[in-house]
């Protein structure tokens, strides 16, 4: 089983539409957890990080289930320009704290 | 000016040859990395340094070779070439400072690398 998995998609919404991705973690010890988005052939920026209260920012909402061991993220009122791969970022236990990714999800907003 | 940088941004070279990318960053950051992405198998680390005088070995770091020059300066090398060394990679950084805020990860803009 891979540390981090995510559904590869694509997911295709239209425009003004609410989706949401979930991501599978498999070391329960897992501290830290995040969003990152990345844009075809560009290197990925943080989206969000996921806090075990949940957090929001605007119109992207991330949850973290530790018992289940997965995270979400919601995006309400898609726009076009939320295209993009999201990747399911988790920081292992221990020391160094390694970040482990996730392949991401794909998501194609259209008109 | 981009706070993280990488050179060059595009290569392409014959198998066997010696290729150093560079990656230089001004945001002050103590820790350094460097990732290789191919589709379908996501981002992988190679090579990551958390200062100066500390080097530590990625899932994939067989074929290449680092050399942390200052704080600022992280390169990567491949010593020989081969073609399915081709991929993206990624120079990243991030700030040593205990909390939370130091897994977070700033990345370059990317080098693409073609080997023949």
């Known amino acids: 089983r891979k540390e981090v998995e995510q559904d590869p998609g694509p997911f295709n919404v239209p425009e003004g539409a609410t989706v949401a991705f979930n991501c599978t973690y498999s070391?329960?010890?897992?501290?830290?957890f995040f969003w990152y988005r990345q844009d075809c052939r560009k290197e990925p920026k943080l989206l969000m990080s996921?806090?075990?209260?949940?957090n929001e920012d605007g119109r992207f909402t991330a949850q973290l289930n530790r018992a289940s061991q997965y995270i979400s993220l919601l995006i309400r009122d898609s726009k076009l320009s939320d295209s993009a791969t999201y990747l399911c970022?988790?920081?292992?236990?221990?020391?160094?704290?390694?970040?482990?990714w996730g392949l991401g999800t794909s998501l194609a907003v259209n008109p | 000016d981009a706070d993280v940088t990488q050179t060059p941004r595009n290569r392409i070279t014959k198998t066997g040859k010696r290729i150093m990318l560079e990656c230089s960053q001004t945001?002050?950051?103590?820790?350094m990395y460097w990732y290789r992405q191919d589709p379908g198998l996501g981002l992988r680390l190679i090579y990551y340094?958390?200062?100066?005088?500390?080097?530590n070995k990625g899932e994939i770091s067989d074929g290449y070779s680092v050399s942390r020059q200052a704080q600022a300066k992280f390169s990567l090398s491949l010593e020989s070439a081969i073609p399915n060394q081709t991929a993206l990679y990624f120079c990243?950084?991030?700030?040593?400072?205990?909390?939370?805020?130091?897994?977070?990860?700033?990345f370059g803009p990317g080098t693409r690398l073609t080997v023949l």
């Open positions: 990243a950084t991030s700030d040593l400072t205990g909390t939370r805020s130091t897994d977070t990860q700033y």
């Open positions: 945001k002050g950051h103590d820790r």
């Open positions: 340094s958390f200062d100066v005088k500390d080097i």
């Open positions: 070391n329960s010890a897992s501290q830290s």
């Open positions: 996921v806090y075990s209260s949940g």
């Open positions: 970022v988790v920081t292992n236990a221990g020391n160094n704290r390694k970040l482990i």
